[in-house]
């Protein structure tokens, strides 16, 4: 019956441990004094049982201060027991009761040894709980000190020192916000609803993304992955080629323009926004420094992951470029000299046409030089004219007819020439920053 006890008071402490509904530095404190006054008990008993069965009364434990201590209530006997296990066990001593006969020195020799297991048992714990408390609180203290021992040693500019401890200290407030680390370890059948779940409204309402098939935005948000970003942090940095894309779920986002070490705030990104997309799709560098302005939770998700999905799914594809484009269009429209103003094109594909999303935004981003004359002859005539900085149209007939209009010219039988004299027939090979000469 009492092993049953036992064995059922283990198992429920043993449950408690592992419930959420209770704190564990407390149902693991009230198991180990459990433990502690069993022990007690049980040595107590067994101490008394040894004077009770012992033939002489009086050379006793209990019986040198109570000659007659079967005679007394046993309350009285019962605390005395308790008194004696908790002196000895604690290594206290007082001496007051202590072994008379060989039968309780036996005894005490195996309980005291026993007590050494016992106190290394409690101490090793309670120690384990305290630390652990603090342990966080210990690692994070050494962290910012060894941080700002590398800042003095180097010599570091003050602004990247307070942006060092910022993310710091935002590591150590947030962790319990990182929740990358908790969705990796789960089935991925079970993140792919998580993330449904917590990312897929987000990123949904993104201009990229509107009019995308649910299939292809599931894939995609199934592998971003959400990071928290402390204030004052630059995620993207102008004139670098970022292998990312964001989307801001909560928190703002500044945009800075850099010249000559001046930095200039052009802009502010609020939740729903994106960006590194002109980098992702384009493959150039970014013309603007992102900088978190607030504390923001980013959704990463890879530049060659989104190209994935866009090659995948042709429909889809046409959709994103689509949603590019008006977008460049409305906000980031830039002015070169020759341009015409025209509407977005219209990105209407046969079904049996294969659709290059990327020829399409180089097309509506690349910048060519063209010149007037042969390569050979301008230079043979030490030709200095400068030539004319234009966007490049989407045919070989707009081009001709753009550079007559520059150059004064019918060019519509014109050869077209790189700048090596290889003659252009195709608007397809045309790449970005190309010099083009008409003869």
């Known amino acids: 019956m009492s092993l049953n006890l036992i064995q059922s008071v283990y198992t429920l402490t043993h449950s408690l441990e592992k419930d959420i509904r209770f704190s564990y530095f407390w149902v693991r404190c009230a198991r180990l004094l459990s433990v502690t006054l069993f022990y007690v008990h049980c040595a107590g008993c067994v101490y008394y049982l040894l004077a009770d069965r012992y033939p002489h009364q009086g050379k006793t434990w209990i019986g040198t201060l109570f000659p007659n201590f079967k005679e007394i209530s046993f309350g009285v006997r019962y605390t005395s027991a308790m008194y004696w296990s908790i002196t000895t066990m604690t290594t206290v001593g007082y001496g007051d009761l202590h072994a008379v006969n060989t039968v309780e020195m036996i005894f005490i020799i195996f309980y005291m040894l026993f007590n050494l297991g016992l106190t290394a048992y409690l101490i090793g714990n309670m120690t384990n709980l305290v630390v652990e408390g603090t342990r966080r609180t210990m690692e994070f203290r050494n962290s910012i000190e060894m941080a ?9 500019p003050s602004r990247l020192k307070e942006h060092i401890l910022a993310y710091m200290c935002l590591r150590f407030k947030a962790e319990s916000l990182n929740q990358q680390h908790l969705i990796e370890q789960l089935p991925k059948s079970i993140c792919k609803s998580i993330c449904q779940q917590l990312f897929l409204p987000t990123v949904e309402k993104v201009y990229l993304f509107k009019g995308v098939s649910k299939e ?20 993207i940095i102008q004139n670098d080629t970022p292998d990312e894309v964001y989307i801001i779920v909560s928190g703002e986002i500044e945009i800075i323009d850099c010249e000559m070490d001046v930095e200039r705030i052009v802009g502010t990104l609020h939740c729903g926004s994106m960006f590194g997309e002109v980098g992702a799709l384009c493959c150039k560098n970014q013309n603007f420094t992102y900088r978190t302005r607030t504390l923001s939770q980013l959704l990463k998700l890879k530049t060659s992951v989104l ?3 866009m090659n995948f799914k ?21 002015t070169i000299e020759g341009s015409p103003e025209k509407e977005v094109p219209t990105l209407i594909e046969e079904k049996d046409q294969s659709f290059n999303w990327k020829h399409s935004i180089e097309l509506d981003f690349a910048r060519v030089n063209i010149y007037k004359g042969h390569p050979v002859a301008r230079k043979q005539a030490s030709c200095d004219d400068p030539g004319k900085l234009i966007r490049l149209p989407h045919s070989m007939e707009e081009l001709k007819k753009l550079a007559g209009e520059k150059f004064g010219f019918d060019a519509r039988k014109a050869v077209l020439t790189n700048e090596e004299g290889s003659e252009i027939d195709s608007i397809d090979v045309i790449r970005d920053n190309d010099k083009i000469y008409f003869s």
Do not use: G
């Open 307 to 309: 190209q994935e999905a």
């Open 216 to 235: 292809t935005l599931v894939v995609l948000v199934a592998k971003m992955k959400a990071e928290y970003i402390p204030p004052k942090e630059d995620v």
């Open 148 to 156: 700002s021992n590398f800042v003095n040693r180097n010599r570091l």
């Open 314 to 334: 042709q429909e889809d594809s046409m959709v994103i470029v689509k949603n590019f484009l008006q977008e460049r269009e409305l906000s980031h429209k830039i």
